[in-house]
């Protein structure tokens, strides 16, 4: 089993950043994709940010220029960067990884921009 935890939610103005960290432990062989979902609406889950193990990475349209993602191999870590926030990146962030075992999420942690 993985175990996937999140944190650095939090509450911001709009114009602000936040970071998002995100780490998986637990029997791990291989991660080979990491990334970050939100709930905009309904049950699913879109994708915002995406990384691979060879560092390729894939943004949702509506952050690409905002948001950068990373990840350190060594520490199973994936971060967020979150920059020029707007009321409407306001929603709870997931933090997925595909491990070689399997699909496995993160509980989520809240993002709320002002405006």
């Known amino acids: 089993q993985v175990q996937v935890v999140e944190s650095g939610g939090g509450s911001v103005q709009a114009g602000g950043s936040l970071r998002l960290l995100c780490t998986a432990s637990?029997?791990?062989?291989?991660?080979?994709?990491m990334g970050w979902f939100r709930r905009v609406s309904g049950k699913k889950r879109d994708l915002v940010a995406q990384i691979n193990s060879d560092g390729a990475t894939r943004y949702a349209d509506s952050v690409k220029g905002r948001f950068t993602i990373s990840r350190d191999n060594a520490k199973n870590t994936v971060y967020l960067q979150m920059n020029s926030l707007k009321a409407e990146d306001t929603d709870i962030y997931y933090c997925?990884?595909?491990?070689?075992?399997?699909?496995?999420w993160g509980q989520g942690t809240q993002v709320t921009v002002s405006s």
């Open positions: 997925n990884v595909g491990e070689f075992s399997g699909n496995y």
């Open positions: 637990g029997s791990i062989r291989k991660i080979e994709v």
